[in-house]
């Protein structure tokens, strides 16, 4: 497939499809917000604040974006400020179309009391409430009013306000210095919220930041004070975090919404998507799907309309709303915006990485913001571990250290099924269980199954065991080594093996790989951490043609639709096609990672090499 083909599966364009769902982000009053967060990101755009959306500005969207499906949320700013009698309006004007599909007002909750309930109830009784909350008290530190003071007392009342009346929010979590190495504390606390249902961590990637926010007037308000005073250090702001850091804060959070049961109450994010991703679901969220920057647009009060908020403005403004602006002006404007072909060329990247099933390509403005401060790498990188991690935690929750490996890699095979493990399972470890005959036939290039074919989607094999009288005959010779030692010496259940075919070049070369089927999740954390220290240790000694991969993976049975966590064993080319150096070298690459097996063992329960984070 031609790459523009595929970055279109990663980032679909608005005119791809004319039923496409968009979202759209009201900025009902700008940037003015009645109380004034060091970290704010809106009020950095500097843009004019004061006025407020419209009726008739909102009464346009139908039109504007062709009868799509809209989800629209209330945001600023604070929307809140725009008063109780022009919510009210809005609020009447949006229920009464039936193209919004979902409505939700993101607040920091500082105004909230029970008029504000009743005029919600009154007016859009399903309106979805978000709240602006940065954890615990430590970790609020940077939401403060003008004066300086502390924002979590007053967002606490509304919580508990939420909780009298029977309503639930969702909590939007910035994370920053103050809550890393907490993530159990923190979660915790939130949880305790009755009204609290679920729990979005964003970060703050702030470290290219070093201007303060403009501000109107001759006297310097407390709370800029307290944000110069973050700005005056090396590294970036006092709040900004890196995105190892970030990727370490939510994995232990993602471990302790699993270990603790908080799943069952509390949806998570980025976990959930992330977990979807890794079990082939699809999501709605931007950053793990292909519904990103031109699906998402930003109304402001002086009729500025562009793209995601969290684009850099003026640049990610397409167009000025009017009664006589439609979908071609806004189509066109995408296709001209330079912003977001630079956003969009951004995932060139992704074309070739092994990961852009799961991942999506993750969020175009901060890789945009990443890229600029030479950190593209870092926040591709994080990614990954995310991923790798929240796998790692699917396999086995009551083994979470595996979390912290950064040798075992999620690499998903497209097909990779079983007509039956439990019964394959039941059989492998019972001598005595009735065993079938099998059909074996060898190709001109070696490959042994039912077909006698080359090439894995041509093959079809047996599942055999080692108490199966035809089990050394159906071992291709390459890879029997590796599987005596794995079957025989830490007796592990292999599910698939390859010894490796070097093809005649109308197809693709098959690489040397093991699967390996752990019992239960115990036996899969001893396992994942033992190769792991194998893997670590030959990995000097190998032929520069091959390197190993330890790879998570999903089997699926065919019987009960369940997929079981797996790890499979690759020795891989190093260069990008298996060719004739990475086949010359790999008895030796094999040879090299006996050995290391041979070193090491899952019985004795060691950790992996990976140093686990500091606290």
């Known amino acids: 497939m031609h790459p523009t083909e595929l970055i279109g599966h ?67 700013g604070e929307p809140l400020t725009a008063g109780k009698d022009h919510i009210a309006q809005l609020l009447r004007t949006l229920a009464g179309m039936p193209q919004v599909k979902r409505l939700s007002l993101q607040t920091n909750g500082v105004q909230l009391d029970a008029e504000w309930l009743d005029l919600f109830d009154a007016h859009y009784p399903g309106l979805e409430l978000g709240i602006s909350l940065d ?109 190892d850091q970030y990727t370490d804060f939510v994995l232990g959070l993602t471990q302790h919404w699993i270990t603790t049961g908080l799943f069952r109450r509390l949806k998570l994010s980025p976990a959930v998507p992330t977990i979807r991703r890794l079990r082939g679901l699809g999501v709605s969220f931007c950053h793990f799907s292909d519904m990103k920057c031109d699906h998402v647009f930003t109304l402001y009060p002086d009729g500025r309309l562009g793209s995601c908020d969290e684009l850099p403005w003026p640049q990610a403004q397409l167009t000025h709303l009017t009664p006589t602006t439609g979908p071609a002006d806004i189509t066109t404007a995408q296709r001209d915006s330079n912003l977001l072909r630079q956003g969009k060329g951004l995932m060139t990247a ?8 799961t991942c999506g390509g993750g969020c175009i403005a901060t890789r945009w913001r990443m890229n600029l401060a030479g950190q593209h790498d870092a926040y591709c990188d994080h990614r990954i571990r995310l991923i790798d991690g929240t796998a790692a935690l699917l396999a086995d929750p009551a083994h979470p250290d595996g979390a912290w490996c950064r040798t075992a890699r999620w690499r998903p095979t497209p097909v990779n099924r079983m007509r039956d493990v439990h019964a394959f399972l039941a059989t492998w470890d019972d001598p005595q269980a009735a065993r079938h005959l099998a059909q074996l036939v060898t190709s001109a290039f070696g490959n042994i199954n039912t077909t006698g074919l080359p090439g894995p989607t041509a093959q079809s094999a047996d599942d055999l065991d080692p108490a199966h009288p035809q089990w050394n005959d159906a071992i291709e010779p390459g890879i029997k080594p590796l599987v005596d030692h794995l079957t025989g010496r830490w007796h592990l259940v ?3 093996s390859c010894e490796g075919h070097h093809y005649d070049g109308t197809r693709r070369s098959q690489t040397r790989e093991v699967g390996l089927l752990p019992r239960d999740g115990a036996e899969y954390a001893a396992t994942a951490a033992a190769l792991c220290r194998a893997a670590t240790r030959c990995a000097p000694a190998l032929p520069p043609a091959v390197r190993l991969l330890v790879a998570r993976n999903n089997l699926t049975c065919e019987t009960t639709g369940r997929t079981h966590p797996v790890l499979d064993l690759r020795l891989l080319p190093t260069s990008e096609m298996p060719g004739a150096a990475y ?12 050995a290391a097996l041979d070193a090491e063992t899952p019985v004795d329960q060691r950790p992996c090499a990976c140093p686990l984070p500091v606290a």
């Open 350 to 357: 992704c074309v070739t990485c092994d990961y852009r099933s």
């Open 494 to 496: 292999t599910y698939d």
């Open 10 to 76: 990663l980032y679909r364009s608005l005119d791809a499809s004319d039923e496409d769902a968009v979202s759209v982000i009201l900025k009902v009053r700008g940037e003015t917000c009645d109380i004034d967060c060091l970290h704010c990101y809106e009020k950095r755009k500097e843009g004019p604040g004061g006025a407020r959306i419209s009726d008739d500005q909102v009464q346009l969207l139908p039109n504007l974006f062709a009868g799509r499906p809209l989800a629209i949320e209330l945001h600023g």
């Open 135 to 243: 954890g615990d008290p430590e970790g609020n530190r940077w939401r403060v009013g003008y004066d300086g003071d502390p924002t979590y007392p007053r967002v606490v009342r509304a919580l508990e306000l939420l909780a009298e009346r029977g309503r639930t929010c969702g909590i939007i979590t910035t994370v920053t210095p103050a809550v890393l190495g907490r993530p159990a504390e923190v979660l915790d606390h939130l949880a305790a919220f009755t009204a609290v249902t679920s729990v979005s961590v964003v970060p703050c990637f702030d470290t290219a930041v070093t201007r303060p926010t403009t501000y109107t007037g001759s006297r310097r308000p407390p709370s800029r004070a307290l944000q110069q005073a973050a700005l005056d250090r090396p590294g970036g702001p006092a709040w900004a975090i890196t995105p």
């Open 583 to 594: 086949f010359a070298a790999l008895d030796d690459a094999t040879a090299q990672l006996l």
